[in-house]
């Protein structure tokens, strides 16, 4: 009996700290950011990437965000790059204005710095990037999202032109910072 009761409390615990997450945490002042590994898949080349990502994002509005986004490249023996760190900044549409799950769209133009292996010069690439995902923001502090990207960009150097152009994905968890109190 003791032991019934004592599961039924923990239960009802867990319900009450999961319950204060049903405050609305996306509004205008919200600040997140996240770090984590990304994985990508050349649409022109049998290669795949993998990429440090950092994010930043900043609401304006409860639908609308400025962020940026960079990418450093972890070296790969199978790639035609060994240099192809990126940069992006752009807006992002959120779609959820009254839930914590937060779908969005966005668009950002970016550069790389790339080099094709077994050269010493780095190229400045410019790049366009459409950008999809989502974040469940499960409490004041922390969100859950998955971010999938679509970059396209050519390497212009003395060699040929090498095309850029892959699919990226990124999931993991991230952290937020109330930037305006509630009014």
């Known amino acids: 009996m003791v032991k019934k ?24 002042g919200l600040l997140r950011f996240q770090g984590t590994i990304g994985m ?16 930043l994002e900043y609401f304006i509005h409860s639908f609308l965000t400025t962020r940026g986004d960079t990418y450093f490249f972890l070296e790969n023996e199978e790639n035609s790059l060994d240099v ?3 940069l992006f900044a752009g807006m992002a549409y959120h779609f959820s204005k009254k839930s914590n799950f937060v779908p969005y769209i966005g668009i ?7 080099r094709y292996n077994g050269t010493t010069k780095t190229e400045t690439t410019p790049l366009v990037s459409a950008v999809a995902g989502f974040n469940y923001f499960a ?29 990226r994905l990124s999931f993991g968890l991230g952290f937020n910072i109330v930037t305006k109190k509630n009014k």
């Open 84 to 86: 192809n760190h990126q």
């Open 40 to 55: 990508g898949k050349s649409t022109d080349r049998n290669e795949n990437n993998i990429f440090l990502h950092g994010n």
């Open 139 to 167: 409490a004041k502090w922390f969100h859950l999202f998955i971010d999938a990207r679509f970059v396209s960009g050519k390497h212009l150097s003395n060699l040929p032109p090498y095309p850029i152009n892959e699919i």
């Open 5 to 28: 009761v004592l599961v039924i409390v923990l239960v009802f615990c867990g319900m009450n700290l999961f319950s204060q997450t049903s405050d609305i945490v996306v509004k205008e």
């Open 108 to 114: 950002q133009p970016g550069l790389a710095a790339t």
